[in-house]
């Protein structure tokens, strides 16, 4: 049987014939992706709003200080020449945090293994939900438990970790209300563990069952498949929950600045009073500075934008290395 269409054959060396690839896209799908991409455009454009903003009031701020921004002790706006700096309020920020994310991370890990692969179903769902119930807690309300409650019965704590630790010169006390960093970041460490605890929690949900009915088929105990399977594939996801806990600790305000005893300098111990840190320091000076002062609070405020975004890409950069290590990558 004859056919009316005859092939045509390409001369060797010529590119291929162009195939006319026909539009299949839906005015929805069109509409969709211009409303993401502006969506993507805008955000960048509120990012560089933002950083602008603070980089002009800041360099106003800093052409008028007499000392030196980064290393000095001291926070006078309402003099002529003004001198303040940042160093203790840069010191107390990044201590506190540390201890937030060295006290809350393990903890956060813990709980959400225990949720999604110890507990059963039934105390599973209630703790699951009295964790996600404390991330809608208020700062003032942890802030206010903290200076009535918290404050008050960490005596007990800093006593003994200055008998036994003491001599390293971090850890030793000298009496006084425990309003210092240390109770600062035993505080941070609190309201940041539900929002590490739910992250690591779903991810470890995602680990596939695969993995783990083949390290049970291998002979691995509990504690070996959760080891060898599930932490490996939630690596990621653990250093994004501990990214998102960090950010929080990092600009939290109203619960720092009401139990901590703020001041310039800098102890060699972590228990005694004082410190400070940006968000601390922003709120309890905003509102009675004058336009030099506050121009000077923005610079600090600047300075945490800087710190919190090189913190974020920083831990992009560690999760883009460890993903092809991770199961995540399969």
Not at 14 to 43: H, W
Not at 177 to 189: E, H, Q
Request: without cysteine; charged residues 15%; aromatic residues 8%.
């Amino acid at each position: 049987m004859k056919t009316d269409i005859e092939p045509t054959h390409t001369p060797a060396g010529s590119p291929p014939p162009q195939v006319k690839k026909r539009s299949t896209g839906r005015a929805g799908d069109k509409i969709f992706l211009g409303l993401s991409r502006g969506s993507g455009i805008v955000l960048l454009a509120i990012m560089a709003a933002i950083a602008g903003f603070l980089s002009y009031r800041a360099a106003i701020a800093i052409s008028k200080d007499d000392a030196n921004f980064l290393t000095t002790f001291e926070w006078n706006t309402g003099t002529e020449p003004m001198r303040f700096g940042i160093a203790v309020l840069a010191y107390g920020t990044v201590i506190s945090s540390i201890i937030a994310m060295v006290i809350a991370v393990p903890v956060a890990v813990g709980i959400a293994l225990f949720i999604s692969h110890y507990a059963p179903r039934r105390l599973a769902a209630p703790v699951a939900y009295v964790i996600d119930l404390l991330a809608a807690v208020p700062s003032i309300v942890y802030g206010l438990w903290g200076a009535l409650f918290l404050v008050p019965h960490l005596t007990g704590l800093f006593t003994w970790l200055d008998t036994y630790l003491g001599w390293t010169g971090i850890l030793s006390y000298q009496g006084g209300a425990a309003r210092s960093l240390f109770t600062v970041g035993i505080l941070l460490a609190i309201m940041i563990l539900p929002i590490v605890t739910s992250v690591s929690r779903e991810v470890f949900r995602q680990v596939p069952k695969t993995h783990e009915e083949a390290a049970l088929a291998l002979g691995a105990t509990r504690w070996e498949v959760v080891r060898m399977a599930v932490l490996p594939f939630g690596r990621s996801g653990i250093i994004s929950a501990s990214m998102l806990g960090l950010g929080r600790a990092l600009g939290e305000t109203m619960a720092v600045a009401t139990v901590l005893s703020p001041s310039y300098l800098i102890n060699a111990s972590l228990l005694d009073p004082g410190g400070g840190t940006f968000a601390q320091n922003i709120a309890s000076h905003f509102k009675e500075a004058n336009d030099n002062g506050r121009d000077a609070l923005i610079a600090s405020g600047l300075v945490l934008f800087v710190i919190t975004l090189l913190v974020n890409g920083a831990a992009r950069m560690i999760i883009a290395r460890r993903k092809e290590y991770s199961g995540a990558a399969a």
